[in-house]
Structures are given as structure tokens and as C-alpha cells.
């Protein structure tokens, strides 16, 4: 089947490409390069060597770098050692990085790239329903420090993203699940039909290869290609991916990042409709409409009830970073999204009650 092709708009355009083994479309991505360095956890090495073949088949010097699996990526030594690699192979700006593998792994390798020689070309190659529907797309590239995550990076717009719906089938399902929850994120803010597919078959839309998952991650990849489109650095409408993720992010620290992201994600939604609700902006039933669907997907929607102090004072030093002001994404309705300013501290507590536990 054709792969279908997403364009990203913005200073430098690059395509999208979804569908069934589409890693045959990567060569194409990489014209001009003669070296190209792939990073890939050690789970991915069998799938790795597939697309070295197909990469080598097409002309060009394949050198694999394999990083660690996960979150472990995401350290300046591992970025030190693929620049030493680097280094030896001799990689030049023409030279190209291909990330294949989830989230992290993708953030690892547009740093690398971003990095090296000032910026070199970088593809990934998502592999996770997470990694396709968000992180692979738009550009932020990073790695952590020992002070929290994402703190060393920059936007380095890929040269392509290559999302093989054929690797999710071998996903765990915790992890589909939880990148569910940044799909029906994308419902809430932008585009309702994604919602209306999700409800149609809850049952069917947790089982990886399910009939409409071709459509939710086309139409959510749709949703961050348009935003980030307009606004890469997010000084504005990119804000708006953040819908969920102030209390989210706050959830994961608190778990010492034991959660997966998308159950953070999927409380805080809960929780950020229950806001709007409270302050009067969103209707009773599109609130109640967040965590009916999140739980017809198994999504976590409550956490522990004593944590709301904690929460709330971590969610204060992150956002103190962007100047000393609670910000919240909240909905005026579905695909109204809005970001408020220090909502007051009642309404912030009272709505905490929703998802309480
Ligand atoms: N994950 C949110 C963003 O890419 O801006």
C-alpha cells in the first residue's frame, strides 16, 4: 500500500511518510549523503539490520550504533560516545543520522545530529505509537541531566519521519495504550473525528494492527504537523500539544518516572478538563467525555489524593522557568483549545477531586 505522506510546514519542510513498511521510502530521505549513522536500541537489532541492508542495497555506508534501550539513551554520555563514532567514521555535513526506535531513542539521535558539525541531516524512523503520533515529529531533540528530563537539547527539525505502522505490532500493550492517550490528546484539541473513531470501538483500538489505526495516527500526525507548522520554537500555538502535560509532567516526576508518559498524560487531561469545567469555560458533558474515553481504553484517570501539594508545587517550579506563572492548556470545547494564566488556587485544588483517588 502507498505510504500516505504528511508535509510539515514551517523555515525547513520535511514529509511524514505512514504506512506498512515503509523503511524502503528512508533512501530517499537521505539523497546526497554517503555515510549515514543508525542509532537503535538493542531490541531493534533485528529490524535495524533490515534497513542496513535496504540502506546499503541503496548505495550508501551504513555504520549501526546501538544505544540504550529507553530513557537510558538520553545521557550526554551516551550522545559523547555516537560523537566519538562519529569522529572515526569521519562524518561530515553532508553525512546523515537515522534514529530508529521510540521516543527516546529519536530525541537522542536529532541531538547527536543537531550537535554534530553545528547541525547534520537527521531521519527518524518512529517505531512506537508515541514516537509517531508526537515525539518524532516537530523538531525538539534532547537528552536529560541529573536535574530532570529534556534540559539539554535544541529544535532540530528531521529531514523526514518514517512512521512503519508494521513495527507497532510487536509493541507491548502498555505502551500502545499509553500512546493512545497523546491520539485522543490531538482529539480534544484539534480534531474531533479522532475521538468519534476511538469510541466507535474502544475494544479494537487498543489492539495494535486494529482498522482505524492507520486513520488515528494519520490524523494525529496531521494535528502536530499543522502546529508545529506554525510555530516550532513554541512561542505560541505549540503550546496547545501541551494540553494534559502540566499535571502530567508533574504525575511522572512524583513516580520518579516509573509511569509511562501517556498514563501521566491521560490523568492530566482529566484533570485539565475538570479545570475548564470548574472555571466555567467547558461543558459538564465534554468533560465527562475525557475520562470516558480514557478509561474505555484502560488509560489511568485518578491518582493518589494526598499527592495534590506535591503536584502542584512541582508544577509551580516548571513553569517558573517560563516566568514565574501557573500556565494550564484548557478547552472552550472540543478543538477550542486556550491557555490560561494562574487559574486561582481554589478551582486548581477543588478540580484536583476529579481525579483523586
Ligand atoms: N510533545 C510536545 C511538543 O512536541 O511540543
Not at 538493542?42 to 542496513?52: F, G, K, Q, W
Not at 531513542?105 to 545530529?113: C, I, K, N, Y
Request: charged share 25%; proline share 5%.
Amino acid at each position: 500500500m502507498t505510504p500516505t505522506r504528511i508535509e510539515v510546514g514551517g523555515p525547513q519542510p520535511y514529509p511524514v511518510l505512514v504506512g506498512h513498511d515503509v523503511t524502503r521510502e528512508l533512501g530517499g530521505l537521505l539523497t546526497g549523503a554517503t555515510r549515514v549513522a543508525l542509532l537503535h536500541p538493542p531490541t531493534l537489532r533485528e529490524r535495524a539490520a533490515r534497513v542496513r541492508d535496504d540502506l546499503v542495497a541503496a548505495g550508501y555506508a551504513v555504520h549501526p550504533i546501538e544505544v540504550p534501550d529507553g530513557e537510558a539513551a538520553k545521557t550526554l554520555a551516551v550522545a559523547g560516545r555516537c560523537w566519538d563514532t562519529l569522529g572515526e567514521l569521519g562524518f561530515t555535513r553532508s553525512d546523515a543520522v537515522v534514529g530508529l526506535g521510540g521516543g527516546a531513542t529519536t530525541d537522542l539521535a536529532g541531538w547527536v545530529a543537531a550537535a554534530w558539525l553545528r547541525g547534520v541531516r537527521v531521519v527518524h524512523v518512529a517505531t512506537t505509537l508515541a514516537g509517531m503520533v508526537d515525539a518524532a515529529v516537530g523538531g525538539k531533540t534532547g537528552i536529560n541531566t541529573a536535574r530532570g528530563k529534556n534540559l539539554v537539547g535544541a529544535f532540530h527539525p528531521p529531514a523526514g519521519v518514517v512512521c512503519d505502522l508494521a513495527a507497532l505490532a510487536t509493541l507491548p500493550a502498555a505502551d500502545y495504550r499509553a500512546g493512545l492517550a497523546e491520539v485522543v490528546k490531538c482529539g480534544f484539541i484539534a480534531d474531533p473525528a479522532i475521538l468519534e473513531l476511538v469510541e466507535a470501538d474502544p475494544a479494537a483500538a487498543v489492539t495494535p494492527g486494529n482498522p482505524a489505526e492507520r486513520e488515528l495516527v494519520e490524523r494525529s500526525v496531521r494535528v502536530k504537523a499543522r502546529v508545529v507548522g506554525e510555530d516550532l520554537t513554541e512561542q505560541g500555538l505549540r503550546e496547545i500539544l501541551n494540553y494534559g502535560h502540566t499535571l502530567g509532567h508533574a504525575i511522572e516526576r512524583a513516580e520518579d518516572y516509573r509511569w509511562r508518559h501517556g498514563d501521566a498524560v491521560a490523568v492530566g487531561l482529566v484533570y485539565a478538563a475538570e479545570l475548564a469545567r470548574r472555571l466555567g469555560r467547558l461543558d459538564a458533558a465534554t468533560a465527562a467525555r475525557h475520562g470516558a474515553v480514557l478509561r474505555s481504553l484502560g488509560l489511568p484517570t485518578t491518582y493518589r489524593a494526598d499527592a495534590y501539594p506535591e503536584l502542584l508545587a512541582t508544577m509551580r517550579i516548571d513553569k517558573k522557568a517560563r516566568g514565574n506563572r501557573l500556565r494550564f492548556v484548557v478547552l472552550d470545547g472540543v478543538a477550542q483549545p486556550v491557555s490560561i494564566d494562574e487559574p486561582d488556587a481554589e478551582t486548581l485544588s477543588a478540580a484536583y477531586s476529579e481525579v483523586s483517588a
